[in-house]
């Protein structure tokens, strides 16, 4: 095969694979001093967080951009008139092995189109990842997609050589999927979920028996929701990225906003724009529930299934519920300050160290850094100074964008008046 043709596979099948974002990162690019193989990497590379949460560069392929399923909002999809190519299993060995070795990269994100069969597709990942990791006693980072519809076994076999699995559900909703992807079935997604849940949890078990036993996709699972492609609610969205979480035990959701791809009456149009605000507000949701001990119903319900754009979902949250305003920083507890708008979790173990010396008050909380542009208006300390004083939650809201420069402000999305 010649140097020309791996290139040109190449810029194909890591274009291909950009709008996964299910690594953690865009590509980036790097520039390569001795004219070797790297030079066409640039839109390849990516980044991904490890079971330790170091930061690792990636190349991200797919093995093919042949599809035998035609989903309305996939570039790959089989009606799509594009160039298609597709890697051998040795080609993509040689490629990581390569690129690791000039320090390119410290591991792989191999997804793919889908061959003859979700069976077929899904041996040559594995084939890929057990090669590296047998045959050229490759440690990297390598993060596998897991097709959907595999079988158990594949599956079981993927999580003993690959760090990371994920299958993308890509639709939020079931009612979505059928529309836009009417040959797939939803269990060809949650099977492999499952059974990689169902694994971790089983090696984990016996590795406190037995201290030989193998990892199994120690950096554990994760999935990816295509952002306005349909006319999924933020509520919609959020409920399934919570029934993931719970019931598959994902280590991270994500949230890719939909890039039009295809005209089609099912879809947004060539030329709308991409949901960048909202998918940066679903991820702050995201966070959230995560670490901020929120549960859904509190920020979306039937009353708000979107989350406002203007103000980020926990300032929202406030807004709505003044009830629970002014929180008295030198009394509350942990759980309460955390939901004080502005103020992060590392500026509530801030707040928590300070006053065990002394009672807080506004000068004290700027002297250890406390950022009080939004918390000011929703706390107390120790001063007779109240910056809410009898303001409306309206009046409020005014101030603080008044003062706020969103790095998203001016690509404001209209995407969800598209379904309205
Ligand atoms: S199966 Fe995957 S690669 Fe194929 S068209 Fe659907 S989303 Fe795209």
């Known amino acids: 095969m010649s140097f020309e043709r791996i290139k040109e596979k190449l810029n194909i099948l890591a274009d291909a694979a950009k709008y996964d974002v299910s690594c953690a990162s865009s590509g980036s690019n790097r520039t390569n001093k001795n004219k070797g193989l790297g030079n066409s990497t640039g839109m390849g590379i990516c980044h991904s967080y490890t079971e330790d949460g170091r930061c690792v560069s990636l190349l991200k392929i797919l093995m093919t951009n042949y599809c035998?399923?035609?989903?309305?909002?996939c570039v790959t999809r089989k009606s799509n008139d594009i160039k298609r190519a597709a890697f051998k299993i040795q080609e993509v060995v040689d490629l990581t092995i390569n690129f690791y070795r000039r320090n390119y990269i410290e591991g792989l994100f191999l997804s793919s189109g889908i061959f003859k069969s979700a069976d077929y597709t899904m041996e040559r990942l594995v084939a890929v990842a057990k090669k590296l990791r047998e045959e050229e006693n490759f440690n990297g980072y390598i993060h596998l997609k897991s097709i959907p519809g595999a079988s158990d076994e594949l599956m079981r076999e993927a999580g003993l050589y690959a760090d990371r699995l994920s299958v993308n559900i890509e639709v939020p909703t079931v009612s979505g999927l059928k529309l836009l992807a009417p040959d797939k079935n939803y269990e060809d997604f949650t099977k492999p979920m499952l059974k990689v849940k169902n694994e971790i949890l089983q090696y984990k078990a016996e590795k406190k028996i037995i201290k030989s036993t193998p990892k199994y996709a120690p950096a554990g699972q994760s999935?990816?929701?295509?952002?306005?492609?349909?006319?999924?609610?933020?509520?919609?969205?959020?409920?399934?990225?919570?029934?993931?979480?719970?019931n598959y035990h994902m280590k991270r959701v994500y949230y890719s906003g939909y890039v039009p791809v295809a005209e089609d009456k099912r879809l947004p149009a060539i030329g709308s724009q991409v949901p960048l605000l909202r998918e940066n507000r679903l991820y702050q949701t995201d966070w959230l529930l995560r670490f901020y001990g929120f549960h859904v119903k509190e920020i979306l319900n039937a009353d708000f299934p979107n989350l406002d754009m203007d103000v980020d979902p926990k300032l929202g949250w406030a807004l709505r519920n003044m009830q629970h305003f002014p929180v008295d920083v030198n009394r509350a507890d942990k759980a309460m300050l955390a939901r004080i708008p502005g103020i992060g979790m590392q500026s509530v173990h801030k707040i928590i160290n300070a006053r065990k010396f002394r009672k807080l008050n506004w000068e004290h909380l700027k002297n250890i850094g406390i950022a009080l542009n939004r918390a000011k208006y929703f706390m107390i300390c120790d001063s007779s100074k109240w910056e809410k004083r009898d303001l409306e939650p309206s009046r409020i809201k005014g101030l603080i964008l008044q003062n706020s420069s969103g790095k998203f402000r001016k690509e404001y999305s209209n995407q969800l008046q598209l379904f309205s």
């Open 68 to 73: 035998i399923y035609d989903c309305a909002y």
């Open 223 to 246: 999935t990816q929701m295509i952002i306005g492609a349909t006319g999924e609610s933020d509520k919609d969205i959020m409920y399934s990225a919570t029934h993931y979480y719970k």
